[in-house]
């Protein structure tokens, strides 16, 4: 994955003029095999840099649809070989990114979620979490499915129970806040609120690793 991370502005000393200096971050890189190469019409072979795609534009949404298959795929023949010989027995195909490590997921989770906190609609990233649905330690995985991103006090009620997201996607606050705590006011006026969803439904927070939640960490 190649993603612009960060820009900082400079001035050239004695000069009044400014620029920008970019950073690139290659984040759990993946190559696919000349076969699986994707082809694109728009790409003028005499381009090496400075050219790319955004998901906000159809050419570009079509190629990562591309990748996305290509990794399920790959998974899928790596996970259950023989799979094809006895049969289908799979749904509707999901985004799978293999060995994604941490670092990338709170990337992802971050761009899936438009950098704004999926409770509050904040944006003030540098308070943003990317918070696991099912922490990894007790068999979740670093998929943006398995995602959330959640101010940082929003995080840590999540974690310990005190409210939670129903597999339809709206907030539920803990009674305990107030009995153990009396306070939490701000956040029980989120209670019952449709949470901020990814655009992309491959992306939505998995039904099955919500109820999870509900079930095993919340403290209703």
């Known amino acids: 994955m190649r993603r612009r991370i960060e820009k900082y502005r400079r001035v050239e000393p004695g000069s009044a003029s400014e620029y920008n200096v970019g950073c690139i971050l290659l984040q759990s890189p993946f190559f696919f095999s000349r076969e699986e190469w994707i082809l694109v019409s ?32 790959r998974s899928m023949n790596v996970a259950e070989p023989g799979l094809a010989a006895s049969g289908s027995r799979f749904g509707q195909p999901q985004t799978v990114l293999p060995r994604l490590g941490q670092g990338a997921f709170r990337v992802i989770v971050t761009d899936v979620y438009r950098r704004q906190c999926a409770l509050t609609n904040s944006h003030v990233l540098h308070v943003l979490d990317a918070a696991h649905i099912r922490p990894y330690a007790e068999g979740g995985s670093h998929v943006p499915s398995n995602g959330l991103l959640l101010r940082q006090d929003l995080h840590t009620l999540f974690d310990r129970g005190y409210l939670t997201v129903s597999p339809d996607y709206r907030v539920e606050v803990s009674r305990r806040l107030k009995d153990e705590f009396d306070n939490g006011k701000e956040y029980y006026a989120l209670a019952g609120k449709s949470i901020l969803l990814p655009e992309n439904p491959l992306f939505r927070p998995s039904s099955e690793q919500l109820a999870w939640h509900n079930e095993s960490i919340y403290r209703p």
């Open 42 to 73: 728009d790409w003028p072979p005499q381009v090496v840099q400075g050219k790319g795609y955004s998901t906000d534009d159809e050419a570009g949404r079509r190629i990562w649809a591309e990748v996305g298959y290509r990794l399920q795929t």
